[in-house]
T-cell receptor
Framework: GEDVEQSLFLSVREGDSSVINCTYT??????LYWYKQEPGAGLQLLTY?????DMKQDQRLTVLLNKKDKHLSLRIADTQTGDSAIYFC????????????FGIGTKLQVIP | AAGVIQSPRHLIKEKRETATLKCYPI?????VYWYQQGPGQDPQFLIS???????DKGSIPDRFSAQQFSDYHSELNMSSLELGDSALYFC????????????FGSGTRLTVV
């Protein structure tokens, strides 16, 4: 996670919006992802954004990318208790068989 | 839809024993990746295979080896197990024609006692 940084913890009330932030160091990263991991479970791809995009919206999820500042954020609208999980930001380079580098993950706690 | 299948789900081994983890990628996916996730840690890349050839190598100990077989399933072999090897081991697969992220398996939880 040294190339991708995230805050460790976020607590929000049910119904509020959550914003999870991430910074990455490699400007050649072409693909940026958000993964969700529930306790004891695998990693679930939530959404992704290409580096030539500024924003992507998918239902309750909005991804914002500031390429100049190498800052990525995930906004979850109307956060539900089922959104409680660890959210990993990840980056990858373009090309085939590339590996993905993960951040340390942000634990989102949703308070009923 | 078919997902990435990993077996076993849980494995308990003693120190210095050997463990073999298996991964069955999504059909038509040509790349397999192995990750290790320690308690409270982010997933760390171990090794990957593209079309049955090793394509990239991360922080994989020399005690570990892996291969991808003709049917595209992959096995991670871990020998001389240490307590510090206790972790969740994820396999993921992707189709290199796209970069829309990997699909991860549910993981194998290895406990070394």
């Amino acid at each position: 996670g040294e190339d991708v940084e995230q805050s460790l913890f976020l607590s929000v009330r049910e119904g509020d919006s959550s914003v999870i932030n991430c910074t990455y160091t490699d400007s050649s990263s072409t693909y940026l992802y958000w993964y969700k991991q529930e306790p004891g479970a695998g990693l679930q791809l939530l959404t992704y954004i290409f580096s030539n995009m500024d924003m992507k919206q998918d239902q309750r999820l909005t991804v914002l990318l500031n390429k100049k500042d190498k800052h990525l954020s995930l906004r979850i609208a109307d956060t539900q208790t089922g959104d409680s999980a660890i959210y990993f930001c990840a980056e990858a380079y373009s090309g085939g068989y590339q590996k993905v580098t993960f951040g340390i993950g942000t634990k989102l706690q949703v308070i009923p | 839809a078919a997902g990435v299948i990993q077996s076993p789900r849980h494995l308990i081994k003693e120190k210095r024993e050997t463990a073999t983890l298996k991964c069955y990628p999504i059909p038509r996916h040509d790349t397999v990746y192995w990750y290790q996730q320690g308690p409270g840690q982010d997933p760390q890349f171990l090794i990957s295979f593209y079309e049955k050839m090793q394509s990239d190598k991360g922080s994989i100990p020399d005690r570990f080896s892996a291969q991808q077989f003709s049917d595209y399933h992959s096995e991670l072999n871990m020998s001389s197990l240490e307590l510090g090897d206790s972790a969740l081991y994820f396999c993921a697969s992707s189709w290199t024609a796209t970069n829309y992220g990997y699909t991860f398996g549910s993981g194998t939880r290895l406990t070394v006692v």
